[in-house]
């Protein structure tokens, strides 16, 4: 009398839940380039506001900006708990948005801004800046971030749930410096933050 197989669910191993597994690593020496670059970038743009709007300006302004980002973090990180991505690439996501993104956004609005004046001679400067040249040239400089990633560490990339992760914190890390700026400017305008003013 033969013995019949086993039926196919009682032979498989048990499926161990994606949160359990041990983070992937990558190539470290490249990941750790990335994050040095990117972190040399956002100290010469933290200078660059400290001189403009004073040191302690910026600090209030980055406690303030600390809320929002808190709790975007708070969200990608829920996601990422599904199929957790390397700290350094994160931090790498979260600073070239922070940072390269916005210099670049910085250095290139205003000559976008002049080409599109001048494609568009009809158009009003209230509708070139806001509406075309700003998601242009800023989303274009975020979703290079994006595609660094994709190249450097193609090996994380296997799912939508990675672009979600990764592009979240790059448009994170750009919305933190984007909101100091914009208290900032409020600051300044109003004469302090609430009627206080951290000028220093």
Same mark, same amino acid.
Request: aromatic share 10%; proline share 10%.
């Given at each position: 009398?033969?013995? %019949?197989?086993?039926?196919?669910?009682?032979?498989?191993?048990?499926?161990?839940?994606?949160?359990?597994?041990?983070?992937?690593? *990558?190539?470290?020496v490249v990941n750790v380039l990335l994050v040095i670059i990117a972190a040399l970038v956002l100290v010469v743009l933290a200078w660059f506001l400290s001189s403009s709007l004073g040191g302690?300006?910026?600090i209030s302004c980055g406690i303030l900006a600390l809320i929002p980002l808190s709790i975007c973090i708070a969200g990608l990180?829920?996601?990422?708990?599904?199929?957790?991505e390397p700290r350094g690439a994160l931090w790498f996501a979260f600073l070239w &948005?922070? &940072?390269?993104?916005?210099?670049?956004?910085?250095?290139?609005? %205003? =000559?976008?801004?002049?080409l599109l004046s001048l494609a568009l001679a009809s158009t009003s400067s209230d509708v070139i800046g806001p509406v075309l040249q700003a998601p242009l040239v800023e989303e274009i400089a975020k979703g290079l971030g994006v595609l660094v990633l994709v190249f450097s560490?193609? %090996?994380?990339?296997?799912?939508?749930?990675?672009?979600?992760? =990764?592009?979240?914190?790059v448009g994170a890390g750009f919305a933190f410096t984007e909101n100091i700026l914009y208290f900032g400017a409020a600051a300044?305008? *109003?004469? *302090?933050? *609430?009627?206080?003013s951290p000028c220093s």
């Open positions: 009398m033969t013995m %019949s197989a086993p039926p196919p669910w009682e032979s498989q191993q048990p499926v161990q839940p994606v949160w359990d597994r041990a983070v992937r690593r *990558g190539p470290g302690g300006a910026l990180m829920w996601i990422d708990r599904w199929d957790p &948005g922070a &940072g390269i993104s916005v210099v670049a956004a910085l250095l290139l609005g %205003s =000559y976008v801004t002049e560490r193609r %090996s994380h990339f296997d799912g939508p749930v990675d672009g979600i992760v =990764y592009a979240g914190m300044l305008d *109003g004469g *302090g933050l *609430g009627g206080w």
